[in-house]
Nanobody, 122 residues
Framework: QVQLVESGGGLVQAGGSLGLSCAAA?????????MGWYRQVPGKQRELVAA???????NYADSVKGRFTISRDNAKNTVYLQMNSLKPEDTAAYYC???????????????WGQGTQVTVSS
């Protein structure tokens, strides 16, 4: 199995910064590929915030470009999200996601963290 452990988040004033991290623990039969962060507010669909491939290519939602930075440490199977210039509309539950290749069945699967709340006050 693959387990994702998130840390970070919390309450911050608008314009402030927060950092999130997510460590993936997996058996050798799995290869961790893309890692990323999604967010969700009640009543809305979960949306991609940022993602980074195993090769380091990044993808950001337009709403966070220039403010958020995603990075990863492949040796630690950990992905980070640095959030700067936070806005009240960034308030959401943030979920870590990883796409994992299962060598047993040669399939790609999604795994999710438990979610961490980010609240930005105005």
């Amino acid at each position: 199995q693959v387990q994702l452990v998130e840390s970070g988040g919390g309450l911050v004033q608008a314009g402030g910064s927060l950092g999130l991290s997510c460590a993936a623990a997996s058996e050798s039969i799995f290869s961790i590929r893309d890692m990323g962060w999604y967010r969700q507010v009640p009543g809305k669909q979960r949306e991609l915030v940022a993602a980074v491939s195993s090769g380091g290519s990044t993808n950001y939602a337009d709403s966070v470009k220039g403010r958020f930075t995603i990075s990863r440490d492949n040796a630690k199977n950990t992905v980070y999200l640095q959030m700067n210039s936070l806005k009240p509309e960034d308030t959401a539950a943030y979920y870590c996601n990883t796409k994992v290749f299962d060598w047993r069945y040669r399939t790609l699967r999604d795994y999710w963290g438990q979610g961490t709340q980010v609240t930005v006050s105005s």
